[in-house]
């Protein structure tokens, strides 16, 4: 008879030392289909719109890392006479801003700073809440209550008034942004790693481990950490967006990096006085911030789709 990984109600494989076994089934044509299943790669499951945005992020990132060869003009060089020129004007593909500088070179610059503090707050976050999530999920009653009460605290805000407050009080600053931001992303991850890693401390494999003497961080690293990692990669990749989000609006307000570098939300501030005339030029940032964010949560969304065992085995 085969031996099978079991399966947890969220479809998430548990990781069991019977997982690893391979023993012979009793229907060739059915183990055919399982072992082409475990050659997918997540490439393979992902949703055409999941690998849609895959891809446009990807080309962002490129973009963004290879600015200095791409950008047709000095993002922070301007022609006063070239001054709010529209789509194609002298040139510029996206025209120009209020001080004639190259809008594509400063789209190109901006998605630097913009995809950094999306993309650290969020990491920094996963690390310190995935490890606060875990400890506390295998922590006492008592330890564990204590840490939930104290997330609860942060709960109490809204994410983004916490992290106004936070950049108020620290000052404004890219690595400010950053704190800000990872401080408002900490509490929702180490939720989930708790909720996951109770779910699975009454588990059969959980019980043996313990029995056997195995330490809490050994239990952490190969138990809990295999098993918690999918939900949280898939949260994490979708909080990237809204991230990304937040972070526009703390330089929208002043709170972020300031002027005159090159960031999508620091120039919808900047472009904001010229809407009525032009408003085309302030909408170029704004959607390429709409675009990204959304991009980030579908990709989010197909991550789950394809991590998710129960539908895999539904083909």
Known sequence: MATTAEVSEDGLPLLTSEAAAVGP????????????????????????PGKVAAVLIVLVALAAVFAPLISPADPNAGVTAERLGGFGAGGHLLGTDGQGRDLLSRMIWGARPSL??????????????????????????????????????????????????????LGSGSSNSIIALSVIL????????????????SLDFMEAA???????????????????????????????????VYAAGLSFLGLGLQPPTAEWGLMVS????????????????????????????????????????????QS
């Open 116 to 169: 950094l503090t999306g993309l650290v707050p969020v990491l920094v976050a996963t690390v310190i809440g995935t490890t606060i999530g875990i400890a506390g999920g295998l922590a006492g009653r008592l330890a564990n209550t204590l840490t939930m009460r104290v997330l609860d605290v942060f709960y109490a805000f809204p994410a983004i008034l916490l992290a106004i407050a936070i950049a108020t009080v």
């Open 270 to 313: 900047d472009l904001r006085q010229y809407i009525f005339g032009n408003p085309g030029l302030a909408l170029v940032p704004a959607v390429a911030i709409l675009i990204v964010s959304v991009a980030f949560n579908i990709l989010g969304d197909s991550l789950r789709d394809a991590i998710d065992v129960k539908l895999g085995t």
């Open 25 to 48: 089934t009793e229907d060739p044509v059915a183990g055919a289909k399982a072992a082409r299943r475990r050659r997918r790669t997540i490439w393979s499951r992902l949703s055409i």
């Open 210 to 244: 313990t029995a056997s003497g195995a330490r809490r961080s050994t239990i952490a690293v190969r138990h809990v950490l295999p098993n918690v990692g999918p939900p949280i990669l898939v949260y994490s990749t979708a909080l990237i967006g809204l991230s990304i």
């Open 186 to 201: 900490i509490p929702p991850i180490a939720r989930l790693a708790e909720g996951e890693t109770a779910r699975l401390r």
